[in-house]
């Protein structure tokens, strides 16, 4: 039978595409990528992730039961400790401190896509915020493991960590249990209500295609002012 995510993923399947075929993800693994969009990158995500570890632990508070409780306070802890740990020790082969990668200006697209996350999950419910930011870790394990079928993506000597990391096993491991969780948590809900929790999937889906280009341009504000 045909569950909820996977209409989700039908409704987002273009721009999922669109992210696979984006140069900046292409030359991830492909090795083209130039550093500095990449250094970029790193520095935008780590404070994006910064945002993203609070969803986690708004989504522990919001849990109807203690095991999914644990579980939400688990994934916080698992971004803040391993996966940001990723961006930290890029920083250091860049020679960026610790204090100046948190320090780091937020980008307009950056803070747009987590302003908006954090909204839904402060005014919705414990669906509507994981459907927000299911794209997030989702969309991340899809890339991770296309990227490490390109001949040479693992073994890359400045992106093979980051094709490693997000087509781990552990990794995946994280996604699988959040489907799961979109799939309980839209049980017994309306139309109206699942075509909510597809607006906002749909939403972040298409800010995490902005995000790579952004990234790709090094873009902080599309306008005149510092
Ligand atoms: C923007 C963004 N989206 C998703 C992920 C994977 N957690 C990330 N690190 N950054």
Same mark, same amino acid.
């Given at each position: ?68 409780? %644990? ?5 916080? $802890? #698992? ?9 930290? !020790? ?32 402060? !005014? ?23 990227? %490490?079928?390109?001949?040479? %993506? ?12 997000? #087509? #781990? ?21 309306? $139309? ?6 597809? $607006?906002?999937?749909?939403?972040? #889906? ?21």
């Amino acid at each position: 039978m045909a569950t909820f995510t996977d209409r989700l993923l039908r409704s987002v399947a273009p721009i999922w595409e669109q992210v696979h075929q984006h140069p900046f993800v292409t030359g991830l693994g492909d090795g083209t990528l130039p550093v500095d969009a990449f250094k970029f990158y790193m520095k935008q995500d780590y404070i994006y992730l910064i945002d993203y570890a609070k969803m986690f632990a708004l989504a522990s508070v919001k849990a109807y039961d203690l095991e999914t409780s %644990a579980r939400f306070a688990a994934l916080q $802890e #698992s971004t803040l400790n391993t996966e940001m740990e990723l961006h930290r !020790q890029y920083a250091a082969r860049f020679g960026i401190s610790r204090e100046e990668l948190e320090a780091t200006e937020p980008s307009f697209v950056m803070l747009g896509y987590t302003s908006y996350m954090l909204r839904v999950a402060h !005014q919705g419910s414990l669906a509507e915020l994981v459907s927000s930011l299911l794209p997030c870790t989702w969309s991340y394990w899809e890339i991770g493991k296309r990227l %490490a079928q390109v001949e040479g %993506a693992v073994d890359h000597e400045l992106y093979g960590e980051w094709v490693r990391m997000y #087509s #781990s096993d552990e990794f995946g491991q994280l996604a699988i249990w959040l489907i799961d969780i979109m799939n309980e948590l839209a049980e017994g809900k309306n $139309e109206q209500e699942l075509a909510r929790l597809e $607006e906002y999937f749909v939403n972040t #889906s298409k800010m995490e295609y902005m995000f790579w280009d952004m990234a790709y341009r090094e873009e902080m504000w599309p306008c005149a002012i510092n």
